[in-house]
């Protein structure tokens, strides 16, 4: 968006995730680990943003804890203006279940579920029955159309990493968090899943935050910000891949 559009389009300047002063120790005394050492963060609706930074760099830990996986140590996150560290574990399930996916860096699919009974989990959950229309185009956008039936130990990685991309958008949720979505694919596979991220935040006003440790992915982002040793280093738009591989490599 051209800042003359952001201008004349003032109301959609909406802060659909926020969070401040974010902390989150593992461990105590001298083996303590500060994976989060006080971030601030807010993400507009409407936005695609990639995290990168260092293994180690605390980038899993921050998706955690915006999600409401995970709890902070210090600091309060709001998703749509509600603070979520501030709900018990009840209203938190009942809000991640109505506004958030999530894309696991190792997948989560349940074992004794096939392809497609994954993907339809979530409305299941939600006790809504699947629009067979939008499963089927989601199965084919992610290419597991003839491997439907087929349960997560038949599959390659790639493959549940494409059901699992499915599956957080099939109740197309107000905010899609991913990590390291592109990480067990070839490029091409890498490409749609990028695709199917890009469209849900230009065609469907859906909030994107992903990490990802590619470069290339990560400048298709409307926004990248750099993690290092718990704190955001850089925070800003990027044009190419070579101005992130740049932004990775100063750490
Ligand atoms: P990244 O995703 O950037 O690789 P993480 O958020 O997974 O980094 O980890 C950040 C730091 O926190 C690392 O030093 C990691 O070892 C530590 N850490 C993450 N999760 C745990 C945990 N459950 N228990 C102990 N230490 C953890
Ligand atoms: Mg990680």
Known sequence: MTELEQQQRPDTAHVMIRCADLR??????AAAVDAL????????????????GPSGSGKSTLL?????????????????????TALDDRALTNLRRDKLGFVFQFFNLVPVLTAEEN??????????RP?????????????MTDR?????????????????????????????????PTGNLDSKSGSDVLGLLRRAVDEFDQTVVMVTHDPRIASYADRVIVLSDGVVTHDGRVQSADEVLALMQVE
């Open 131 to 143: 629009d067979s229309e939008r499963v089927e185009s989601l199965l084919e956008t992610v290419g």
């Open 37 to 52: 050492a006080g971030v601030s963060l807010e993400f507009p609706r409407g936005e695609l943003t990639a995290i990168v």
């Open 148 to 180: 439907r039936t087929h349960r997560p130990s038949e599959l390659s990685g790639g493959q549940q990493q494409r059901v699992s991309i499915a599956r957080a958008l099939v109740t197309r949720p107000a905010v899609v968090f991913a990590d390291e």
């Open 64 to 84: 955690h804890i915006l999600a409401g996986l995970d709890r902070p140590t210090d600091g309060s996150v709001w998703i749509d203006g509600v603070e979520i």
């Open 24 to 29: 989150r120790r593992f461990g105590e005394g």
């Open 119 to 128: 993907l339809v989990l979530p409305v299941k959950i939600a006790g809504e």
